[in-house]
């Protein structure tokens, strides 16, 4: 898929999100890289052959001070080659996209893996009913 395209997804994915959750994302940078770096699958704690979708680099919101003087932007990155490499379909490709912007900005708000993970289930089960 060209970049740009892939691009238009994780935008779209990124409009997705509530509004009442995007208006409290400040101060951070959606990127999207062709390929994690041998670092970044390093801090995102991926085992040898493994690969990452997403990672978010920053502080959570909830550890957070309002007596904090300026920050550098948190990042959120998205990976197009994993994505693209399993997805069985455009559609399929799309809502994995979609997934992993939800899941990293679910760690910006300060959800650790296994409430990331608890979240997207019950957020399956609603959209599939």
């Known amino acids: 898929m060209d ?9 779209t994915a990124y ?10 994302l400040q101060n951070i940078a959606v990127v999207v890289e062709p ?5 970044q699958l390093a801090r995102g704690r991926v085992p040898r052959g493994g690969t990452l979708l997403g990672l978010y ?15 550098m932007p948190d990042r959120i990155t998205i990976f197009q080659g994993p ?13 994995m996209v979609e997934d992993t912007v939800w899941h990293e900005v679910a ?6 893996e296994a ?4 979240a997207e289930r019950a957020r399956r089960a609603k959209t599939s009913r």
Do not use: C, K, W
């Open 83 to 95: 994505h693209e490499r399993l997805a069985r379909s455009p559609e399929h490709l799309a809502r």
């Open 3 to 11: 970049p740009n395209e892939f691009d238009r997804l994780v935008s």
């Open 115 to 118: 409430q990331v993970r608890a």
């Open 57 to 71: 680099e920053g502080r959570p919101l909830t550890s957070r001070s309002v007596f904090e003087s300026f920050a």
């Open 35 to 39: 390929e994690p770096t041998a670092a």
């Open 107 to 112: 760690h910006y708000f300060g959800m650790d």
């Open 15 to 24: 409009r997705r999100i509530p509004g009442r959750f995007r208006r409290r």
